[in-house]
């Protein structure tokens, strides 16, 4: 990250570290390198970009020789991307060599597996490895859907380096563990061991089209983290099943471990209850400490079943229970088919635990909860109570101290699942766990009206009416509203947690109609299942209430009439105005500058309500939260900042990784934060503690970002001209939109969604069909660049400020020029609109707050 000022090289201002556009003029600094003095000796950042990336695409330090050495160099990439890079050797196994690795993309460290085969294997021999290798890797990498809490992921598989990329777990194995414990462990941490590798075994025998094996369970591969948690690794490609015929006894190291692999597995026919062994195995040694005596002398005799290395558990130690050794019994038989399978054995275990460490949960209440009906009945009596519990501590009790593993990877997966909506989490998990009950519960909305009359309005008129919701069912509701084009909800989406209610608003403005007559239409409510409840909308058309409007001298605030007009100035920064955002009730204005100030000005009369923030770097932008609780700023060098609105308290502060976050929304229930930075990432953040909950990689030329008011498309521009839309929920790329000549400096979307807009270098206002995301029309609003848009809450008009210093009002419809405001001294940078559409306030490079009035 540079810490050195960057010139703008359209007006020569010296700007922050980090600045992405020229406080002064708004002018693009992406190509403008920091000032800095160049070293003797030192090359050149041209020389260095070009010796790193060639052509324009990242090379790998390495060549691909270094990759056929058997024995890898620590600082050398493993792919032609150039994203992994070896660190230090850890490990290695029959058949692989373990790295540690840094993922250089996502900054975190991570193991690389690869595939090394014996130099003295005939070619057969060989190529059937690399065979069993391919298919192997494929079907581990299953293993991450829907994923296991106790085994690490699997992030990528490179099969032309023959190398696997998994989850790096700093912890201790096993074996150290019980050195450092004396030898031995107490029963109840060896069951709890047990179960929970038992648990893994479960998921990877489960598998389709056929189980995974792991065929080599012992102390040095289950690993202990700090915080408690049994990681089963190292497993499927280290100990890989033999490839030919019966194994001799000194080609042991290709099939698996003295002590621990059982006799069909030394004679290549390794089976799920292969693992079974290895497990009892394990489970006996910690248990007392025992190693037996098997060597590759006496292995031919336990291959034939003469020699059994363990006797029963209670001639080593009496104290034992006898559950235990009747378990071990069977789980170390010679014969395969005399062992339990992994779910009898995770049965077994459980068993025996829970007269031993089974403690009632203690919910938030105070309330002891001793099984999950209960759970379940205490969920929904204490619904947004038990949606915080879910999101914080309840999946770790529940495994420590009900050792209900499933139940607690169901809890994780439903919080994953819904990272950004807790009360779509729970209610998801509730839904799973009581299928048949309350699974099966319908949603159940009620509204206080069942059809709304606006009555008669004029064609320049709008009217208002508010809209009860109440949610009298079981289960979590979701609205998308669905509004006819002559109607404005105040929210694309409602969120409504069992027994609770919010108000909707409902404008109807006639502007948005082409025709004259009776209107009769719907509004329409769909829930997440698809399930669409309806209101009926009523209106008619008055030509005689226009007239009478008229004549009483009625103001209908037509940005489109071209009478706006400044109504107020404010010298609110020492530099350029970059944050600005109107609270959602209208009352307040908060604004942030270069000059690392926040302030909240009365929209009644401009004055100076609270200086929120004297140490913000760079503010580059502010956002009210829907409930008008909370209000979020984002700086070059300070992150992202929340503070309560009505106090003034900042509450929360999400450091910044990158030289700054810039763009910055709030979900529809102010539950989570969306935001992108300079790295080309978007990144959802939850309130509650600042967590990050999900990323998207977009690509490193991303310079703009906006999201749909419902939160499912996400709309970025790019320095190369693109709009690329990706899935709000997966993060997958949509579509790629074409239409700007250079870089896109903005988008927005509309109020309900229909529609949104690009700005760009070129001067152009591109507006896009927003479900379908089709370009509707081109205009040419500026001759130089666009620093930024804002739509008016009808959709009717945009208002674009361009570094000229001008700003322009457009109708979306047909692309007329309405007005053209001036009053800043320098460049646009911020244009929005109040709540009711009433205001446009807008930022400049000169420091000043404009207020303008239709």
């Known amino acids: 990250m540079s810490l050195e000022p960057v010139k703008c090289r359209a007006c020569g201002h010296l700007n922050p570290p980090g600045s992405r556009f020229c406080n002064a003029c708004g002018s693009s600094l992406l190509f403008i390198r920091p000032l800095r003095l160049q070293r003797k000796n030192e090359a050149s950042e041209d020389e260095r970009t070009q010796n790193q990336t060639g052509s324009g695409q990242h090379q790998p330090e390495t060549e691909v020789s270094e990759l056929e050495a058997e024995t890898l160099t620590p600082g050398i990439t493993i792919d032609p991307a150039g994203r992994y890079m070896l660190t230090r050797a850890i490990g290695q196994g029959g058949f692989g060599h373990a790295y540690l690795a840094f993922d250089r993309q996502l900054q975190r460290y991570c193991v690389a597996k690869r595939q090394i085969t014996n130099p003295e294997w005939d070619v057969r021999t060989r190529e059937q490895a690399l065979r069993n290798f391919h298919r192997e890797a494929r079907l581990l990498v299953t293993l991450n859907t829907p994923g296991h809490p106790n085994i690490p992921e699997i992030y990528e598989y490179l099969p032309e380096q023959r190398f696997l990329v998994m989850k790096y777990v700093e912890g201790r194995d096993l074996g150290l563990i019980v050195h450092e414990q004396g030898g031995r462990l107490t029963v109840e941490e060896s069951l709890t061991i047990a179960r929970d590798v038992a648990d893994a075994l479960v998921y990877m025998h489960a598998r389709e089209p056929e189980p995974v094996l792991h065929r080599d369970i012992k102390l040095a591969n289950i690993l202990i983290d700090s915080a408690g948690r049994v990681w089963l690794i190292d497993f499927g490609l280290s100990r890989v099943a033999p490839v030919q015929g019966e194994i001799k006894p000194d080609d042991t190291q290709l099939a698996g471990t003295l002590g621990f692999t059982p006799p069909e597995q030394w004679h290549g026919k390794a089976e799920p209850r292969s693992d079974i062994y290895a497990l009892s195995a394990t489970l006996y040694i910690l248990l007392t400490g025992f190693h037996p005596e098997l060597t590759r002398e006496n292995l031919s005799e336990f291959l034939l079943g003469k020699v059994q290395p363990y006797p029963p558990l209670r001639t080593i130690d009496a104290e034992l229970p ?90 994780r ?50 009217r208002d009416v508010w809209l009860k919701l109440s949610n009298k069912g079981r289960r979590y509701l979701q609205l998308t509203i669905q509004t006819p084009r002559w109607i404005i909800a105040g929210t694309k989406s409602v969120s409504l947690p069992p027994g609770t209610h919010q108000r909707l608003k409902l404008t109807a403005d006639m502007r948005r109609v082409e025709d004259s007559g009776i209107f009769h239409d719907m509004l329409i409510l769909r829930d997440a299942t698809g399930a669409g409840f309806q209101i009926e909308l009523h209106a008619h058309l008055s030509r005689w209430r226009a007239f009478l409007r008229s004549v009483a001298g009625t103001r209908n605030n037509d940005w489109t009439a071209g009478n706006a007009r400044l109504l107020r100035t404010l010298q609110a920064h020492r530099g350029g105005v970059w944050a600005l955002a109107f609270s959602p009730d209208n009352s307040n204005l908060v604004s942030g500058g270069v000059d690392g100030m926040v302030r909240i000005w009365r929209v009644a009369d401009g004055s100076l309500v609270s200086h929120l923030d004297e140490q913000a770097g760079n503010a580059l932008n502010a956002s009210y939260s829907p409930d008008g609780l909370l209000i979020a700023i984002t700086a070059s060098d300070t992150g992202i900042k929340i503070w309560r609105s009505h106090e003034r308290k900042l509450v929360l502060t999400i450091p910044s990784h990158v030289s700054y976050q810039e763009n910055i929304y709030f979900s529809y229930d102010s539950q989570a934060l969306i935001s992108n930075g300079n790295d080309g990432t978007i990144r959802y953040w939850r309130l509650r503690d600042g967590k990050q909950v999900k990323l998207i990689q977009t690509v490193k030329s991303a310079l703009s970002f906006t999201c749909r008011p419902d939160v499912q498309v996400l709309a970025v521009g790019c320095s190369d001209g693109v709009i690329r839309l990706y899935d709000g929920k997966e993060g997958h790329l949509q579509a790629s939109l074409s239409g700007h000549r250079s870089e896109v400096n903005c988008v927005t979307y509309s109020r309900d969604g229909s529609m949104f807009a690009s700005g760009g270098n070129d001067g152009m206002i591109c507006l896009w069909d927003g479900e379908r995301g089709t370009l509707e029309q081109t205009i040419q609003a500026h001759q130089n660049a666009i620093r930024t848009l804002a739509i008016h809450p009808d959709g009717l008009l945009i208002a674009s400020g361009g570094v000229d210093g001008s700003i322009k009002l457009w109708r979306t419809n047909d692309g007329h020029l309405c007005q053209t405001l001036s009053g800043h001294s320098g460049g646009v940078l911020r244009t929005t609109f109040s709540p009711e559409g009433d205001l446009l306030a807008s930022g400049g490079s000169d420091g000043k707050v404009l207020f303008w009035q239709a």
């Open 322 to 411: 006898l559950g235990v050794e009747a378990l071990l019994i069977r789980g170390l038989a010679l014969e395969p088919e005399q062992r339990p399978d992994a779910e009898s054995f995770l049965a077994t275990v459980r068993e025996l635990l829970m007269p031993i460490s089974h403690t009632d949960l203690q919910a938030p209440d105070g309330s002891e909860l001793a099984d999950e009906t209960a759970l379940r009945q205490w969920a929904e009596a204490h619904w947004t109570d038990a949606a915080t519990w879910l999101y914080s501590t309840l999946p770790d009790q529940v495994e420590q101290l009900w050792g209900r593993n499933k139940l607690a990877a169901d809890m």
């Open 413 to 462: 997966r439903a919080v994953a699942t819904h990272s950004d909506d807790m009360h779509a989490g729970l209610d998801t998990l509730l839904a799973h766990l009581d299928t048949e009950n309350f699974g099966a519960e319908r949603p159940h909305l009620v509204t206080d009206q069942r059809s709304i009359d606006f009555g008669a309005l004029s064609l320049d008129e709008r």
